[in-house]
Every structure is written in C-alpha cells, then in structure tokens.
C-alpha cells in the first residue's frame, strides 16, 4: 500500500461530465486492482455551476486546489451562454498559470491502423509525444486595443518568452527521450519570422542538446512541420514547441491517430502536481447525447497513473481501452454504436478482470 494520493475531478460543462463519469470509473478501478489509495474529490466547477453562483474558479481556490491535491482530472470547459469564454480562462488557463503547468504533454500513439486517416500509414508510423510549453507564448493575455469598436481599431498582443521558461520546456523535452529511450527531438519555431521570440528557442535547444549526446537534435519552421505530420510522421518521436505552436499541432496530430475522441493530455509541474484531460472540449452539440467517446478521458486518467507514479496502473487503463477499441466497443466517432457508458463500462469491467 502507498500514500493516499488525493485527486480533484472537475467534469466540468457538456460531454465533460459524460465523459469524466467514465475515467473516474475507470481509475477507481485501476486502483483497487493495483492496490493504490485514491481519494477522488469531485468539484462543481464549471460553466453551470457559474451561471448560478457568479463563481467561475476563483484564484484562492486554484492555489487551494494546488496546496490541497496531488493530481487533477478534468473534463471539459466551455458554453456558449457564458460571455468571454470565462469559465474556460478561471479554470483551463488559470490552474495552468496559477500553479506553474509548464509542461503540456500530448501523446500522438495510433492503437490500431484502421484509425488513422492516412493513407498508407500504420501504428508503428505514428507513434510520437509533442511537448508543448503551457504558461507563456501568446497566451498570457498582455495586450490591449486603442479606438476598439471603430475601424481605426489597433489590437496588440504580446508573445512571451523567457530563457527560464523556455529552458525547462526543452530540458523536460530530452530528459523524456531520454527516459523511454527514444533518440530524436525536434524542436518546432518560426524563427525567420518571429525572430527575438524563436532565436531565443533555438539558441536554448541548442545549449540543451550538447548535455543529451545520444539523442538527434532537429530543428523545424511550424508551417514545415504541419506539412511533414501529415506526410512522413515516423520521423518524430519527441516534439518540443510554444504553447501556440503546440496547441496547433497537437490537434492536426490528434486527428491522424484516430481523433479528438482518443486524444490525451497531462498539464505537469514535476515538482508540484498534474493535471490530465482529454484534448477535446464540451463539444455542446452531443452533450447529453450519450455517444462522447470516453477513451480520450480514460487514456487521460492512465497519464494522470503514469505521472503519480503508479505506471502499472496507467498500462492497465491503457490496454482497457485498446481492448474496447479491439473489440469494436466504440461510440460512433470510432463507427461503433456503443454508447458512452457502454464503452466505460467495458473499460471498468476489462480493468476490473
Ligand atoms: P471547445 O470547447 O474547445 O471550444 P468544442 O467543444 O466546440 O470546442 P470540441 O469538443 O473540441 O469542440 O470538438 C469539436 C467536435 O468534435 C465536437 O463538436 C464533436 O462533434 C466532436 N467531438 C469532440 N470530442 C468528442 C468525443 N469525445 N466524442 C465524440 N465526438 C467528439
């Protein structure tokens, strides 16, 4: 027996909450198999919860959340009643600013060939990690407008990057590779074109690359690297980019390894605590439907074991949820006519053997 880990779930709007249903079945099952001591707590956070208390997630709370647990499970912000996309800022953005998620990790792994939508291409093809840095970029909302509302409108807004920042992303980088033994990085910028921000990148990656002899270092501009996902994706193994850059990719990624219905996330502090959700968001327009594909929560759970440092729980949820897709236990997004708690429960059931 271990420690008891404390875990936040925060299902959040939409099929957020159909979906984190099923991961929390899900690593509760894997638990009790592997003998870990979870305390699962979930909080009411989200767009609903907004709409009647005025609450979005206050700042207090975030760094209470961040003193009080050791991992978070998240499901999915955003609805269309709520002006500004507020609650998606207090809670996404603000528990990855707030409590220093520097890393965001986004695992591109094809579980079976049938899934991807390249032609040609197979699981041993598209097997790669994208390392996208998670609290600067262009995403810290320093800017501002002068005459807004007319056309003499000037909108500005600010790209952050710091060597600090910068360095730790790409050192998390190698040090990954280095971990699961993979031998290529390739760091993604647009230093022709944004070249304070990128020179910085490029001159970090260099420096950090002569501490890791055995892995290649690859340097690529964004707009190649869009390209090159699509046309030759098993030469990379380890991307490292902005959080722009990141976010970008790592959609276009997600969609050549059986879509946003698969796609993982982790939103890691190696020194505090992580924070895992699936990449897609509330998606309204089947909210409630009971067909979201709940294996995207579920492999988000598995890197939520995996990074509390229980990896045999995390290989158990993972292989669930290849038996559910093996078997043909898939919402219609995979061509299947299960529905979300059918798919979650196979999952709970296989883990549970
Ligand atoms: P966001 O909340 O990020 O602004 P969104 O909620 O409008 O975006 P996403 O959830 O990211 O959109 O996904 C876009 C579309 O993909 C959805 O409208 C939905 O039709 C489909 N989709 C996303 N996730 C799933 C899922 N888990 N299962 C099935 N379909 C999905």
Not at 65 to 78: C, E, F, N, S, T
Request: with cysteine; aromatic share 6%; net charge negative.
């Amino acid at each position: 027996m271990t420690q008891t880990k404390r875990i936040a779930v925060i299902p959040g709007d939409g099929i957020g909450v159909d979906v984190t249903r099923e991961a929390t079945a899900a690593i509760s099952a894997a638990a009790t198999k592997h003998n870990i001591l979870l305390d699962l707590d979930e909080l009411p956070y989200g767009s609903e919860y907004y709409l009647r208390t005025g609450i979005g997630l206050p700042r207090e709370e975030r760094l209470r959340i961040g003193r009080d647990y050791d991992g978070i499970l998240l499901g999915a912000v955003g609805d269309p009643r709520v002006p500004d996309n507020r609650t998606a800022r207090e809670i996404v953005l603000g528990l990855r600013f707030d409590l220093d998620l520097y890393i965001n990790l986004r695992p591109i792994l094809l579980i079976a060939d049938g899934l991807t939508s390249l032609k040609g291409k197979s699981v041993q093809d598209i097997q790669f990690v994208i390392f996208r840095e998670n609290t600067e970029g262009s995403y810290g909302g320093i800017g501002g407008q002068q005459h807004a509302g007319t056309t003499s409108e000037i909108a500005l807004g600010q790209i952050v990057a710091t060597w600090r920042g910068t360095h730790r992303i790409i050192r998390a980088a190698f040090e990954y590779a280095e971990k699961h033994k993979l031998t290529r990085v390739c760091v993604v910028h647009k230093q022709n074109a944004i070249p304070h921000v990128y020179g910085l990148w490029l001159r970090v990656f260099r420096q950090v690359a002569q501490d890791y002899p055995n892995v290649e270092a690859s340097e690529m501009l964004v707009d190649r690297a869009a390209m090159e996902i699509i046309r030759a994706p098993e030469q990379f193994q380890v991307i490292v980019t902005s959080n722009l850059f990141g976010d970008i990719l790592s959609d276009l990624a997600a969609m050549i390894a059986g879509g946003l219905g698969l796609a993982a996330s982790a939103n890691i502090n190696p020194e505090t605590l992580v924070l895992c959700e699936p990449v897609h968001g509330s998606a309204p327009d089947i909210a409630g439907k009971g067909i979201a594909n709940p294996l995207a929560a579920c492999l988000s759970a598995a890197l939520l074991m995996d990074n509390l440092g229980f990896p045999e729980a995390a290989v158990t949820i993972d292989n669930a949820v290849r038996a559910a897709i093996f078997s043909g236990c898939v919402t219609p997004d995979l061509g299947g006519t299960k529905t979300t708690r059918q798919v979650g429960a196979f999952v709970a059931e296989t883990i549970s053997k």
